[in-house]
């Protein structure tokens, strides 16, 4: 063995090592100790500075550490020169690099970096920007260095292109990166804005995005101009053909093709004179009691009218109802003319109510509104109708991916839910087939796209009578769309419940629900003018012990009580107790 | 002082150390002239474990690196006066005179042989070695730069294309040799000296910016700048050498560059291969379909094992056909045949599916493509084993060859008739006599030229240009990696041979470069050709690649254990391979390259004194020289100015002092001469 070099056994290294480390243990309770004191005595020197730097360098993620040193930063910075605090800062910034090194998620550093550099007389913002992109360069998805980069960029008035091209250079060396491709997602309607829109206020540089709501809600100023649009389809197909199961491309994707929000506004008033009620829906759910929503009828405000939401556990919904005051509508032979202002949005809607008439409404359909598209509904029909092109070619590449599949789907109801609702059907089959993991959720979105094609198809029938039998219902959505409909057929579904948005049905008289799986009578309490139900083959385990009034009990044939698989449960009709 | 004139000068100390290599043992072996002081009896074979005696190339700086490290006695040879052998790298001054030395070669062989006879005892068996070397041939060298004196460079190259070259002095060729677009150089004329008057003369470091044109003078000026190797090949970043640099701790001697991108030349254009997902991503020639065709083959060649299906009808068949049974497009197909796979139409398909995997698992660990070169040249490699095996304790001989093998054997003869014996004996195939040889070689070459945008390091792949063409591989080195001048690229083809390296190249060559047809000469503005780099000087030869042999076709002893020259492959895997397994015919119970202990867990014996020459203590005693009080080191020099001014002896001096990881190295120098 001789002529070796002798070298220390592990064994050796291990007890070095482990003497090592307690050793080091000692020291930091010692320093940690006597930093604590320092602090209950008040002590704000540069000693402490000393102390809490040297363990925040072991251990850059002691927050109370950190809350102290700007303590005593803050109160260095009272009796230091400009130049004093300008060298004591940038000593803490270069201190803070290497608590990064130590720990480059650390959330405690990147926020003191951030406090530090808020404070720093004259910052030297390139050296921050090119710290980032070190950074970045390391570990391109670390957020907590995005985070930081932002304030850097908003404070240091970066040019929103060069910003861009620096997205361009993430995505280039690695496309998998939500945070690149966001930040795009933000700097475009800022560089290349959609003419006629409202362009970014040029002041954006400074004071950044966000700072001033758009004035109208007509306007989106994140929308971007179709020139562009192209072009970002273009990179993020390249993203997505390299790499189909990346799921950043395809959320960027979804993103370019539907930003549309919809336009907040009164889209019904119904009012009836029997039950002397008028009932409102909005595009979406608002809190009618602090929106500032004002019955105006026959000219005059109606003051004391109660607003309640159409389900009592509600305080925002869709639909909201109210008593009028008795006997002012009752009389068949008067006119009315109603109106509903929504204060806070400058919106309103009219309604009258004619001679002769139990009940008038006045609407938007979902097909005016083009309601069911709005996911992807800004796109042009031809940009949508090429890029439907181009995935169709990729499904054909790869007919299992799911993102692809999803995406096919998502363009096909924004361009024709009715005259795609077959190939629809189809791939959702396969949907469920290859990611089984989320087949519930592909049920569920099914039946919401069956339900807005049916109601699509009620629409251009112009009936109240709603029928989606044997459609593998899963779940009722869209329900707020339904405020008029009077017969309702959702038998052979597999529904489980009626959801409590159900009582948005008020004008509902029949309901058919034969051959699913509903549990329980909830959903159907606040139904003021229910007259028929028929449940027949459901799985109704238990009624609900909650009392309700049903007057017509003799109609019932049923036995609530009973473990029951199946259920003849016929003509309940429940009186709503309100 | 001479031990560390020599170990530094040999063992590659530090890569940045290269440049002056070839001078400093220059000046060692003057001092060292006539002076005998070391004597074969230093080895006590009844004492001591017998060496092993080696000469380095790759693989046996491996196996000299291996041994030394778990306690074996190695002593390493070299006929040359350089190292590493045919894996050397050369500045340009070297390598003059390494084509000179080549050329003149042939002749002293003869008179010696009587010393030697009488050292043989009775009985005793001989073995005479080749004393030539016999693995490059077809050597030519041509030159294109302006021939004109130096002071004239300030001419800008985009000043229209006069006859700008200098009178005839006493190096002008025939200039007007017209047939041929070339002309040949008649070497020994174009030697340094001529040349050498300006060079001292302080000159402007050329602003890179400014085009200036490159004159002969100047590269010769600037001739340290170029560390141009023999052999042209990349580490795979998952290759077995770069696994083993890891593993034993030798990449602490060496720095190394990625890659930056993967060409190829198709329809005679250049173009960048997609290889990684960034590459494809970032692709503007492939159609987007091209792009998901190709990351989906590349997908399927990750695990390819684990679909036996999918190719399973074409085991026996080439991968080529292969590539063309599946949808890929024409563009994919070549990409993926030439660029990934890298293999010839022969090849199988499975082994074809390995290379592309092999490829494409190397991506990504050191970045976007899979190669590593090292900085200062692949020369810089053996060196560094050949440092860590000094380290242990080897020692190290150049300009010091055998002539023959005693008995099977137990000792070997050197050059200078003396006797030393060993125990094994490891040996590069050029000194094997009378052996079977030559079953394929390949050629290569080396042009610089100028002009070209950006500063990177790329592998362009050039498929056949007919069918009788070999395909060429060409790895194009920016000054960033420390192998050429700035302003200059240094451009390794290499190909297997079909016919000599210049007929194989040629067309190659006139096809991506401008040549101009007398030296200095512009391409006419506007034409096409001013789009090419300009060539400057253009070296030919063929190399033998001997790495196909089977070990056992050599009628040599049972301890001699022949080592193959370069292979033609890209990667190393081969030498590496070779070498771990001669080392376990050598040492079969012991690990293959450990990895060599942190200075600060070394115990030292004597503490009292604590030399950092530990490890050679034993080996300098039983050379009966003292290392002791020669354990300075060479303090790390900024290449460039110093290089001038410093002499050897000036920079030596330095105490050691500073404490980088090669300052704590032990480091006494064992001098042979």
């Known amino acids: ?578 | 002082m001479r031990g560390k004139d020599f170990y530094k000068g040999g063992v590659g100390c530090e890569c940045r150390f290269k440049a002056e290599t070839q001078r400093r043992n220059s000046v060692f072996l003057h001092v060292q002239a006539g002076v005998k002081w070391w004597c074969v009896s230093g080895y006590n074979p009844a004492v001591e474990d017998p060496p092993s005696v080696k000469w380095p190339g790759l693989t046996e700086s491996v196996i000299a690196a291996a041994c030394s490290r778990v306690g074996q006695r190695v002593l390493h040879l070299d006929r040359r006066n350089y190292y590493a052998g045919n894996w050397a790298s050369f500045t340009l001054n070297g390598l003059l005179s390494w084509i000179e030395e080549y050329k003149k070669s042939p002749d002293d062989q003869t008179d010696v042989e009587q010393e030697w006879r009488e050292k043989i005892e009775e009985g005793e068996e001989v073995l005479t070695l080749n004393s030539v070397d016999s693995t490059i041939s077809n050597l030519e060298v041509f030159t294109y730069a302006s021939e004109e004196p130096e002071e004239e460079e300030e001419v800008k190259a985009t000043s229209v294309g006069t006859q700008n070259s200098s009178g005839p002095d006493d190096t002008t060729p025939d200039k007007d040799d017209d047939e041929e677009h070339q002309h040949q150089e008649p070497e020994n004329e174009q030697t340094p000296e001529t040349q050498e008057e300006p060079e001292n003369e302080p000159q402007p470091e050329p602003v890179p910016e400014v085009k200036k044109k490159i004159t002969y003078a100047k590269l010769i000026k600037e001739g340290r700048r170029f560390n141009i190797d023999l052999v042209s090949k990349l580490l795979y970043s998952r290759g077995l050498l770069v696994d083993l640099l890891i593993k034993s701790n030798v990449s602490r001697y060496a720095e190394f560059k990625n890659l930056s991108r993967i060409l190829t030349c198709r329809n005679g254009k250049i173009e960048q291969v997609p290889c990684s997902r960034a590459d494809v991503f970032g692709s503007k020639q492939l159609s987007m379909v091209e792009k998901r065709m190709l990351m989906k083959f590349l997908t399927f060649c990750l695990d390819f094992e684990q679909h036996p299906e999918e190719f399973q009808d074409f085991s026996q068949k080439p991968f080529w056909d292969y590539l063309r049974s599946r949808s890929l497009t024409e563009n994919l197909q070549h990409f993926v045949f030439s660029s990934i796979a890298m293999v010839d139409q022969e090849t199988l398909t499975e082994e074809g599916l390995r290379a592309t995997q092999h490829f494409l698992r190397c991506l990504g660990r050191y970045g976007n493509t899979p190669f590593l070169f090292p900085l200062y040249g692949l020369g810089e490699i053996p060196q560094c084993f050949c440092r860590m095996c000094a380290v242990f304790g080897g020692i190290y001989c150049l300009r010091h060859s055998v002539q023959c093998l005693v008995n099977m054997v137990k000792a070997v003869i050197d050059t200078h008739g003396q006797r030393i014996s060993c125990s094994h004996l490891v040996v590069e195939d050029g000194y094997i006599r009378d052996e079977q040889r030559t079953r394929s070689r390949f050629s290569e070459r080396c042009i610089y030229y100028n002009f070209s945008p950006c500063m990177q390091i790329s592998l362009v792949t050039v498929p056949p240009l007919d069918s009788s063409s070999p395909a060429v591989r060409m790895v194009e080195l920016s000054s960033s990696s420390m192998t050429c001048m700035p302003g200059t690229y240094l451009v390794h083809l290499t190909c297997s041979s079909v016919g000599s390296a210049r007929e194989d190249l040629e067309p190659v060559i006139s096809k991506l470069f401008y040549v101009p047809s007398s030296p200095g000469e512009e391409p006419a503005p506007g034409c096409e050709e001013e789009q090419k780099p300009v060539t400057l000087w253009i070296m030919f030869f063929n190399m033998r690649d001997s790495s196909g042999l089977d070990p056992s076709c050599y009628t040599l002893p049972t301890n001699v254990h022949v080592c193959t020259g370069p292979d033609a492959s890209l990667g190393n895997d081969y030498s590496i391979t070779l070498a771990e397994s001669v080392f376990r015919q050598l040492l079969p119970d012991e690990e293959f390259c450990p990895p060599a202990p942190n200075p600060e867990d070394i115990i030292y014996d004597g503490d009292g004194t604590q030399t950092e020459g530990a490890a050679f203590q034993e080996a300098g005693d039983a050379l009966g020289t003292s290392a002791a009080g020669e354990e300075e080191e060479e303090e790390p020099q900024e290449n460039d100015q110093s290089e001038e001014s410093s002499e050897p002896a000036a920079s030596s001096e330095s105490a050691a002092q500073d404490s980088t990881n090669e300052s704590e190295v032990p480091e006494t120098p064992p001098t042979l001469e």
């Open chain 1, 1 to 578: 063995m001789h002529g070796r070099v002798k070298v220390k056994s592990t064994a050796q290294q291990e007890e070095e090592k482990r003497k090592g480390r307690e050793k080091k243990l000692k020291v930091y309770l010692t320093v940690r100790d006597a930093i604590f004191s320092k602090r209950s005595n008040g002590e704000l020197d540069e000693e402490a500075l000393q102390f809490t730097q040297q363990l925040l360098c072991s251990n850059p993620d002691f927050a109370t550490l950190w809350n102290y040193r700007r303590e005593i930063l803050l109160h260095l910075e009272t009796v230091k020169e400009e130049d004093e605090i300008q060298k004591l800062y940038e000593a803490e910034l270069f201190f803070i690099e290497t608590c990064l090194k130590m720990n480059p998620k650390s959330y405690g550093s990147w926020h003191h970096r951030g406090w530090v550099s808020s404070r720093l007389p004259r910052p030297d913002w390139t050296r921050e920007l090119s710290l980032c992109d070190r950074c970045l360069s390391l570990d391109d998805r670390n957020f907590h260095c995005w985070d930081y980069r932002r304030l850097v960029v908003k404070a240091s008035g970066v040019p929103v292109d060069q910003e861009l091209q620096f997205t361009d250079r993430l995505i280039g060396s690695n496309f998998s990166n939500y945070s690149s491709w966001h930040y795009r997602s933000t700097l475009l309607p800022l560089l290349h804005p959609e003419p006629g829109s409202e362009p970014a206020s040029p002041c954006r540089k400074q004071n950044n995005t966000h700072t001033s709501p758009t004035a109208s809600p007509q306007t989106h100023s994140h929308r971007v101009c179709e020139e562009q649009l192209l072009k970002e389809y273009e990179l993020v197909q390249n993203a997505f053909f390299t790499d189909p199961n990346d799921q950043s491309a395809w959320f960027y994707y979804r993103w370019l093709l539907g930003r549309a929000e919809r336009e907040e506004l009164i889209s019904c008033v119904y009012v009836s004179r029997e039950g002397e009620r008028v009932a409102v829906a909005f595009s979406k759910p608002v809190n009618a009691l602090t929106e500032g929503l004002m019955l105006v009828l026959d000219g005059q405000q109606q003051q004391r009218v109660e607003w309640r939401s159409a389900h009592p556990r509600f305080r925002h919904s869709p639909v909201w109802l109210c008593e009028l005051p008795p006997g002012s509508v009752s009389d068949i032979n008067n006119e009315h003319n109603l109106t509903v202002h929504w204060m806070e949005k400058h919106t309103h809607r009219d309604c009258a109510l004619y001679t002769g008439r139990p009940e008038s409404w006045c609407r938007d359909s979902a097909t005016d509104q083009e309601l069911f598209r709005s996911e992807l509904s800004v796109e042009k029909t031809s940009v949508l109708q090429s890029e439907l092109q181009s995935c169709t070619q990729l499904l054909e590449l790869e007919p299992q991916n799911k993102w692809c599949l999803l995406t096919i789907v998502l363009l096909m109801r924004a361009l024709d839910p009715l005259g795609h609702e077959k190939e629809t059907l189809a791939h959702f089959q396969t949907l469920k087939e290859v990611d089984p993991m989320r087949s519930s959720y592909y049920s569920d979105l099914c039946s919401k796209f069956m339900i807005e094609n049916t109601i699509l198809k009620m629409e251009y029938a112009e009936v109240r009578v709603f029928s989606l039998s044997d459609k593998n219902l899963s779940t009722l959505c869209h329900l707020d769309q339904l405020l008029l409909v009077t017969h309702i057929n959702l038998s052979s579904n597999q529904l489980v419940r009626f959801p409590p948005q159900f009582s948005m049905l008020q004008c509902l008289e029949v309901l058919e629900a034969d051959d699913n799986a509903i549990g329980n009578l909830e959903g159907l309490y606040h139904l003021p003018k229910l007259e028929e139900v028929s449940l027949k083959n459901n799985r109704i385990l238990y009624a609900t012990k909650q009392s309700c009034s049903i007057p017509a009990a003799s109609q019932i044939m049923c036995n609530y009580f009973h473990f029951l698989l199946v259920i003849y449960f016929y003509c309940v009709a429940l009186h709503a107790s309100c």
